[in-house]
């Protein structure tokens, strides 16, 4: 079965720095990966997928990812951070045939 | 075009009650997955219906159910509930049932077991 692993439960970061947050999956076969961005009592929101070609991602609010199958990570970035960026990111991997699978969350808090 | 809406939002409910939560999908779309959230366990799969068909089922007791209408609005049903259910109850909707379609979430229903 399919698994998703994001080591870092929080990332605390100041404002308009560098972010990475990192998801690591455990099998690269066939699988599309997605990122989702969950703002408080609120539902899930898409912020980018690969389903294949390019392996960098652009997505929404400024957001990028980089699938790497060699060692099947798909790390999301932003190169500057705002305020609003406070949130929990999910990974999630899907092979067909399947259901989601998602990655326990890294909770984004962004300092002034 | 309207989102995914869920209803109720919030529920408060007592062990050994059932409880129907409800999910309309955006227009048009004809997949409706549902997920069970909390905080030790996360985001889990609990099933997911297509023209009316379950097509997939997460690993979840019989207590747990649900079905799809033909307008592709769909239910979920928890009978007899134990505490362990409260948690926050998210539905999504995809165009197909393609893996590749994306889907968009519902707000949720938050759901409380005294």
């Known amino acids: 079965a399919q698994s998703v692993t994001q080591l870092d439960s929080q990332v605390p970061v100041f404002e308009e720095a560098p972010v990475e947050l990192r998801c690591n999956y455990s099998?690269?076969?066939?699988?599309?990966l997605f990122w989702y961005v969950q703002y408080p009592n609120q539902g899930l929101q898409l912020l980018l997928k690969y389903l294949s070609g390019s392996t960098l991602v652009k997505g929404i609010n400024g957001f990028e990812a980089e699938f790497n199958k060699s060692q099947t990570s798909f790390h999301l970035r932003k190169p500057s951070v705002h305020i609003s960026d406070t949130a929990e990111y999910f990974c999630?991997?899907?092979?067909?045939?399947?259901?989601?699978?998602f990655g326990p969350g890294t909770r984004l808090s962004v300092l002034p | 075009k309207a989102g995914v809406t869920q209803t109720p939002r919030y529920l408060i409910k007592t062990r050994g009650q059932q409880v129907t939560l409800s999910c309309s999908p955006i227009s048009g779309h004809r997949s409706v997955s549902w997920y069970q959230q909390t905080p030790g366990q996360g985001l889990q799969f609990l099933f997911e219906?297509?023209?009316?068909?379950?097509?997939n089922k997460g690993n979840f007791p019989g207590r747990f159910s649900g079905r799809q209408f033909s307008n592709s609005r769909s239910e979920m049903n928890v009978s007899t509930l134990e505490l362990g259910d409260s948690a926050l109850y998210l539905c999504?909707?995809?165009?197909?049932?393609?893996?590749?379609?994306?889907?968009?979430f519902g707000p949720g229903t938050r759901l409380t077991v005294l």
């Open positions: 099998s690269s076969v066939s699988v599309y």
């Open positions: 219906y297509f023209s009316e068909t379950q097509r």
């Open positions: 999504a909707s995809s165009l197909g049932d393609s893996p590749t379609d994306t889907q968009y």
């Open positions: 999630a991997v899907i092979k067909r045939g399947q259901n989601f699978v």
